[in-house]
């Protein structure tokens, strides 16, 4: 499975910004994605995942502010990110976990984007 993340980059507090992702190249079937993030010196966290059949799952430090979005037909997330806060800074990273058969599952991780807020 090969993951291509896009959107991230630095926004004031309160403003906006998007991520999109990708997963594709494999005949496994994608059965969940989701977005994580990674502050410098915590560990990383969950921020949304969706399943295939639409069960969302928020962190709760999202409060509302997120929406995150999928499309089956495409192996795809959009995360829309809105009021951000400083604390929201980090290394945003997607997964995919693919499935073949009915035993063999494995995560797949993108390489990460910046999303910093900062006045």
């Known amino acids: 499975v090969h993951i291509v993340e896009s959107g991230g980059g630095s926004v004031q507090p309160g403003g906006s910004l998007s991520l999109s992702c990708v997963a594709s190249?494999?005949?496994?079937?994608?059965?969940?994605m989701g977005w994580y993030r990674q502050a410098p010196g915590k560990q990383r966290e969950l921020v949304a995942s969706?399943?295939?059949?639409?069960?969302?799952t928020y962190a709760d430090f999202v409060q509302g502010r997120f929406s995150l979005s999928g499309d089956n037909t495409r192996n795809s997330v959009y995360l829309q990110m809105n009021n951000l806060r400083l604390e929201d800074t980090a290394v945003y990273s997607c997964?995919?976990?693919?499935?073949?058969?009915?035993?063999?599952?494995?995560?797949?991780w993108g390489q990460g984007t910046q999303v910093t807020v900062s006045s």
């Open positions: 190249g494999s005949r496994a079937r994608i059965t969940a």
């Open positions: 969706i399943t295939t059949t639409g069960r969302t």
């Open positions: 997964k995919a976990v693919a499935q073949l058969g009915s035993d063999f599952q494995w995560d797949t």
